[in-house]
T-cell receptor
Framework: SQQGEEDPQALSIQEGENATMNCSYKTSINNLQWYRQNSGRGLVHLILIRSNEREKHSGRLRVTLDTSKKSSSLLITASRAADTASYFCATAPNDYKLSFGAGTTVTVRA | EAQVTQNPRYLITVTGKKLTVTCSQNMNHEYMSWYRQDPGLGLRQIYYSMNVEVTDKGDVPEGYKVSRKEKRNFPLILESPSPNQTSLYFC????????????FGAGTRLSVL
């Protein structure tokens, strides 16, 4: 079943601006992950945040997790044209299950 | 190079004609999984395997079969494809106990006429 839901469904920003997308989920998790998918290609893992962590950074990515609200956010700073892609949150209730949301499509305009 | 390889990348077939989509990984991962991706629905898990000869149903297993005879291979079998199985399919693998960070193949776009 689809566990995570991303918001917004689509986002269009100017190059250099920040992009923020949110993910809400329903059940308890071990960790939450974000993946990127370029048009029609396979997903690529971006970042993982554990249930006992509140914030994590990786390059221009910043992820937050609020387990009390069952929500996470992904911030991409100083966006580039190459960031144009769909972004998915995936929740891991255990070591062998990963449930994906429907994704946020981000378009970065030059 | 570490990778998950799916074949074919594109496939057009007709209703009822059995087909197999192959998936192979070279990372010695225990865990492998198949997903289908449909517009607005994200990725939905079809089947997964935690090791050789160990497979289990995901969220949408109806109409699909899998096998795991070797650690590296995890084929997806459609015994009698129907038009509602037209979709984009992804195979993924991961190392168990490593927080299930998954590595994806490039995808197989299947059209069933």
């Amino acid at each position: 079943s689809q566990q995570g839901e991303e918001d917004p469904q689509a986002l269009s920003i100017q190059e250099g601006e920040n992009a923020t997308m949110n993910c809400s989920y329903k059940t308890s998790i071990n960790n939450l992950q974000w993946y990127r998918q370029n048009s029609g290609r396979g997903l690529v893992h971006l970042i993982l945040i554990r249930s006992n962590e509140r914030e994590k950074h990786s390059g221009r990515l910043r992820v937050t997790l609020d387990t009390s609200k069952k929500s996470s956010s992904l911030l991409i700073t100083a966006s580039r044209a190459a960031d144009t892609a769909s972004y998915f949150c995936a929740t891991a209730p255990n070591d062998y299950k990963l449930s994906f949301g429907a994704g946020t499509t981000v378009t970065v305009r030059a | 190079e570490a990778q998950v390889t799916q074949n074919p990348r594109y496939l057009i077939t007709v209703t009822g004609k059995k087909l197999t989509v192959t998936c192979s990984q070279n990372m010695n991962h225990e865990y492998m999984s198949w997903y289908r991706q449909d517009p607005g629905l994200g990725l939905r898990q079809i089947y997964y395997s935690m090791n050789v000869e160990v497979t289990d149903k995901g969220d949408v297993p109806e109409g699909y079969k899998v096998s795991r005879k070797e650690k590296r291979n995890f084929p997806l079998i459609l015994e009698s494809p129907s038009p509602n199985q037209t979709s984009l399919y992804f195979c993924a693998s991961s190392r168990l106990g490593r927080e299930n960070i998954q590595y994806f193949g490039a995808g197989t776009r299947l059209s069933v006429l």
